[in-house]
């Protein structure tokens, strides 16, 4: 499998505060990759890192098999990266219709956006049915499968997601991850995604990163790190087993 | 002297139609550690916003001792006996430890603010906020008493931390590393002398050493007989430290107990590690 | 009455360009814009230029005006705002405001200071409707307001770059993360809102039929309360507020006279400060969310100043240039000592309480009307009058300031702002003349009129001020008022009411403000309202920037530098102007925490 998406030992600073220290890490083509960790252990950090946010103090991001370590935002969206932002972010006082058009600001081909656009309204109907809505009086749900859809439109080969779950309710996280499976299976898009509930994450991601004080301390495939005794520790503490 | 010393009922928050806290009842016994855990956006920061007057309360009371909080504004509830520290730390940036320290000292002072029971009544909170300057211009013998007091309880409190503050007790807060920010903040609270003790994740951001030395300092706080209410995601800590724990999702409370008793629940282990479900992803199909 | 309603609606129509303006460059970039509001002045001036002195025809006119706002205001993002406001938008704000003073003091000195008249271009009161008398001018002034507004509301709603703008408005980090390039929006913004502004220009002088380069910044101040009244960031709110404002403010002159306008506006900002702090359509967050906010003038570290500077400074200042000193050097000396005890006293609130206070000459003049009027009417001795002086300005100012100080960040800059103009607009309602033949100083029945007694009087009360501000910084009260600065939020936290602490600050600030206003007062022996400037409220803020916020000391410093250098340069009032503005921007770039304080 190639590489779409690698990170070689990045280092990240937030002014004297070392925020990821040398993290490797790759996604390949179509996969689901989960990135775990506590609050404050670099996962959005990292997320930053990928969409150009933040700069790189050194190291090299690659993407699609161009050096992207430098690239602006505006260039990685170009290139395939699309991003569903933390707590959904979408835009509250533009119709779901005008938010999937944001998404799709850096495409110039007016009729494939016209066809994304209904392709998206037929993936997720209950968006079709609300498009001249504003974002804002969607529920929780609706929002995020617009923040979805809206990163679908700029025809991504991989979409970052920070924490798509946060926030909602038990029976709409099962959803959510649903979604995820579905947008990755029926799509092709590669997903890389922060999640706080660790089993739940890698029961729809094919490997996993575990990250702790910015550092990757744990990777491997999601049956791997699900054995991993160091994963219930990390979460419920040491005495688990007892 | 009752046996509770915060109690909640029934609070509730919404922003913009979520119900970000709904209708949660919880109490705190006098020198008991609480913990509230939770996945993130459960509520947890919310509510400790709502206890310590950060935010209104939009249904449910708040009473501390005895005494409704609910309406009080967080430099009432300061008085009243509740300090917090807050989730990214704040410190003030241009202000040295120590200085930030004696502003937390500030509700427990007598002569450097008389008249202090006006201040917050229209028109007559100047009277308190001219004898202040005057205390500050000249002076009174009681006021050189209390500088005194406050230098000395400045002093304890630096100790606490003697060695990561020690050295930098006259450094402005800006020019400080994350963890020694958190550590002045959770000075300042102390400083208070506070009935209860609201940390919002203390250790985030800190690795493995500092959050051990941050779990010996809370030990020692509760040796000393001092009620935390604490938010924190780091467990191991949690579980050592809290005489309850207190689980929320969504908004409630679904869990509630012992630290041995919540890490077994099987609600508490699916809001933290999910459902497992069958695997998923391409090395699995 | 319905004249009267044709009236507000022609004022609203300025006020509502302006404020859609305003709105939209606040929307996208968080900073509030005075550059904006010079823009008014220049439109109307460059029209001025092209129809009377080069002779172009109106049509012709109009688009030229346009092109050169647009251009100024894209040059004017690139070169100072956009690189502060990625940081600092207080900073960025204070920098329009220097460059908003640079801007009108250019366009007088290239078009003169006097009033033009604007040559009449189109007939002004040839319809009637009824009793209702108005021009063919008005109608196509409305109009040319309605197409604009209807084609800018199409851009915003079906523009590529108009969505643009809207997503970047209500989601900054979103928009960016969507490829949108933020950027390119805020320049866009910036340029759209320049043009507004100068169209909002050339209204004005169609419709006053004269023209000021220095009309801009009181119709800019209006508008930018249209805003705040439609709410901040919101774009129909700015119409709405435009029109609403317009039209009160009509029926006010209507009952009150005109030269209670800008009290009027004044009331009407506090009103909707208090009732309603996020507008009629804008939303105010519950908490701000940054950790380590606050006063972004205060961090690094002070210069450590050896301990024998202090007395050496004593003595070169009071013994040595009093005794060798000519009269013209000791008469600058006294308005660098008059200053740099209004700026000393200033620093508790722009440095330690974090309010960035824009109207110090407010309590200024009441402090200098309050000296004269008790010395000549009550025989109060100067010294007597001297606190006094302070007290009533301390006292006034807080009686009108009261209701500022649960207001949040840029909001509190322009309230003092509009403060300060209030109270200069009271004072010349009550006192329109000026009071002359103010007694000087006398001691034990000599009279103390010479340049060297001026100076040791301002001298005493500049040491008196210094040792004041000294002991205030290191009590109890000082750190408590520094740590409302730092992080309101967390000191309410600690039990500190930062309310309180901030309108002390302001109250002593006001003390002072009123006793260098009495020093000034007596020694100019007549004052009008037409020395209590914006000029004065610059020069302080800028004095105390330059020296280090929150550092009393620095304060004498910033005055030696601007008042003492500028005055032996020799520097035309303008141009003097011109160098506080560009040293107000440097500083702030370069140097945020002033001369004597190390960056960190």
Redesign the interface.
């Known amino acids: 499998m190639t590489d779409l998406l690698a990170l070689d030992d990045v280092h990240v600073y937030y002014g004297p505060f070392h925020a990821l220290r040398g993290n490797t890490l790759t996604v390949g083509e179509g996969e689901i990759v989960s990135l775990l960790g506590g609050n404050a252990s670099g996962k959005s950090t990292t997320m930053k890192t990928i969409l150009g946010l933040i700069k790189v103090k050194s190291g090299s991001v690659r993407f699609a098999g161009e050096d992207v370590t430098n690239a602006s935002t505006r260039h990685r969206v170009k290139a395939g990266i699309a991003s569903v932002p933390e707590a959904r972010r979408v835009f509250p006082q533009m119709t779901v219709d005008e938010n999937l058009l944001a998404g799709a600001y850096t495409r110039k081909d007016r009729v494939g956006i016209a066809e994304d656009l209904e392709r998206m309204r037929e993936h997720f109907p209950r968006l079709g049915e609300r498009r001249r809505q504003e974002a804002g009086t969607l529920s929780g749900g609706e929002q995020q499968m617009l923040a979805f859809a809206r990163a679908l439109m700029s025809r991504p080969k991989l979409i970052c997601m920070d924490e798509p779950t946060m926030g909602l309710a038990p029976k709409l996280v099962d959803q959510v991850l649903d979604e995820i499976v579905r947008i990755n299976k029926d799509l092709g898009v590669a997903v890389l995604f922060v999640e706080q509930q660790a089993e739940l994450a890698l029961s729809i991601a094919s490997r996993g990163y575990v990250l702790a004080t910015g550092e990757i301390v744990l990777n491997g495939t999601s049956r791997e790190l699900l054995d991993n005794p160091q994963i219930q520790e990390a979460y419920l503490g040491k005495a688990t087993q007892a | 002297m009752s046996d509770v010393l915060l109690q909640v009922e029934n609070l509730e928050r919404h922003?913009?139609g979520?119900k970000a806290v709904d209708g949660i009842s919880f109490t705190v016994a006098p020198g008991e550690v609480v913990s509230i855990i939770g996945?993130?956006?459960?509520g947890k920061t919310t509510t400790l916003?709502l206890v310590?007057g950060?935010?209104r309360a939009h249904g449910g009371s708040i009473t501390l001792d005895g005494v409704r909080i609910d309406r009080a504004?967080?430099?009432?509830i300061?008085?009243h006996g509740i300090?917090?520290t807050?989730q990214?730390?704040?410190?003030?940036?241009?202000?040295s430890v120590a200085?930030?320290i004696?502003?937390?000292l500030?509700?427990t002072?007598r002569a450097?603010r008389p008249f202090s029971r006006l201040?917050?009544l229209f028109l007559l909170?100047w009277i308190p906020?001219i004898g202040?300057?005057f205390?500050?211009?000249v002076g009174t013998p009681a006021s050189r008493r209390e500088?005194k007091q406050?230098d000395a309880a400045v002093e304890t409190e630096i100790h606490r931390f003697e060695t990561r503050l020690g050295p930098r007790r006259d450094d402005?807060a800006?020019?400080l590393?994350?963890a020694n920010r958190r550590r002045t903040?959770i000075a300042?609270?102390l400083a208070?002398k506070p009935r209860l003790l609201v940390l919002d994740?203390p250790t985030?951001?800190?690795?493995?050493s500092e959050t051990v030395e941050v779990l010996e300092q809370l030990l020692e706080l509760k040796a000393e007989g001092q009620a935390i209410l604490l938010v924190e995601?780091?467990?191991?800590l949690?579980?050592t430290v809290s005489d309850r724990i207190i689980v929320m999702?969504?908004g409630r409370i679904i869990a509630e107990g012992r630290p041995e008793d919540v890490?077994r629940d099987p609600a508490v282990?699916?809001?933290?590690?999910?459902?497992?479900?069958?695997?998923?992803?391409?090395?699995?199909a | 009455m319905l004249n009267t309603l044709i009236d507000g609606l022609l004022r609203g129509n300025v006020y509502a360009l302006g404020a859609v303006g305003i709105s939209l460059v606040f929307g996208v970039m968080n900073v509030v814009n005075f550059a904006q509001f010079s823009f008014f002045g220049l439109g109307a001036m460059l029209a001025w230029f092209f129809v009377a002195q080069e002779g172009l025809p109106f049509w012709l006119a109009l688009p030229l005006v346009l092109a050169i706002c647009a251009a100024l205001g894209l040059v004017i993002n690139i070169s100072v705002v956009r690189p502060l406001a990625k940081f600092l938008p207080l900073a960025a704000m204070l920098s329009t405001y220097a460059v908003s003073q640079i801007l009108d003091n250019v366009s007088q000195i290239a078009f003169g200071a006097q009033f033009r008249v604007f040559p009449k271009v189109m007939p002004t009161s040839n319809l009637h409707i009824g009793n209702m008398r108005f021009g063919t001018s008005d109608v196509v002034m409305l109009a040319i307001t309605a197409v604009v507004m209807v084609v800018m509301s199409l851009f915003l709603k079906f523009g590529k770059i108009g969505r643009a703008i809207r997503a970047t408005a209500q989601d900054q980090e979103a928009a960016l993360q969507m490829g949108i390039p933020v950027g390119q929006v805020q320049h866009v913004s910036f340029v759209i809102a320049s043009t507004l502004g100068g169209l909002a220009g050339v209204f004005i002088a169609l419709y006053v039929g004269v023209a000021n380069p220095t009309s801009g910044l009181d119709i800019g101040l209006t508008a930018f309360v249209a805003a705040t009244l439609g709410g901040l960031g919101s774009l129909v709110g700015g119409v709405i507020g435009g029109f609403v404002l317009g039209i009160l403010e009509a029926f006010g002159i209507y009952f009150f006279g005109d030269t209670s306008r800008e009290i009027i506006i004044f009331v009407i900002l506090i009103v909707v400060l208090i009732l309603r702090p996020g507008g009629l359509l804008g939303k105010v967050p519950l908490i701000s969310t940054e950790p380590l906010t606050g006063t972004f003038l205060g961090k690094g570290r002070p210069l450590r100043i050896p301990r024998w500077v202090w007395p050496a400074a004593f003595v070169v200042g009071g013994i040595v240039i009093p005794l060798v000193a000519n009269d013209y050097v000791l008469t600058t000396g006294t308005q660098v000592l008059i200053y740099a005890v209004i700026a000393a006293g200033f620093t508790v609130t722009a440095g330690q309480s974090g309010v960035l206070a824009l109207g110090q000459a407010g309590p200024i003049a009441i402090g200098a009307y309050t000296s004269a009027l008790v010395t000549m009417n009550l025989h109060f001795s100067f010294w007597a009058a001297l606190p006094v002086a302070g007290l009533s300005a301390a006292i006034i100012a807080s009686v009108l300031a009261s209701p500022i100080w649960g207001v949040k960040g840029h909001y509190i800059s322009i309230a003092t702002l509009g403060l300060g103009i209030a109270i200069v607009a009271i004072i010349q309602l009550v006192e329109p003349q000026g009071i002359y033949n103010i007694p000087v100083p006398q001691w034990f029945g000599a009279v103390l009129s010479t340049p060297v007694a001026y100076y040791l009087i301002d001298f005493g009360v500049l040491v008196v001020t210094l040792l004041v501000m000294w002991r205030i910084r290191r009590s109890h009260l000082g750190k408590v008022i520094s740590s409302v600065g730092s992080d309101e939020v967390a000191a309410l936290a600690s039990g500190v009411r930062g309310r309180n602490y901030k309108a002390l600050a302001f109250a002593i600030s006001a003390f002072f403000a009123g006793v260098g206003g009495s020093l000034l007062a007596h020694q100019y022996t007549y004052i009008d309202p037409t020395i209590f400037t914006m000029l004065m409220s610059l020069l302080v803020v800028t004095i105390v920037i330059m020296g280090g916020v929150s550092l009393p000391y620095g304060a004498v410093v910033g005055s030696i530098i601007l008042i003492g250098a500028m005055e032996l340069l020799r520097f035309t009032p303008e141009l003097r102007i011109i160098v506080y503005g560009l040293v107000l921007i440097l500083v702030v770039r370069f140097r945020p925490g002033g001369i004597l304080v190390r960056n960190s």
Request: hydrophobic residues 35%.
């Open positions: 922003f913009d979520l996945p993130n956006g459960s916003n310590t950060t935010i504004d967080s430099a009432r300061a008085v300090a917090r807050f990214n730390g704040r410190v003030f940036a241009t202000l200085d930030n004696e502003v937390g500030h509700s002072l450097h201040s917050n909170r906020l202040e300057l205390i500050a211009i500088r406050i402005p800006y020019s590393s994350y903040e300042r609270a208070l994740e985030a951001g800190m690795n493995q995601h780091k467990l191991d949690v579980m999702d969504g890490r282990i699916e809001a933290y590690l999910g459902r497992r479900r069958g695997l998923g992803g391409g090395d699995h």
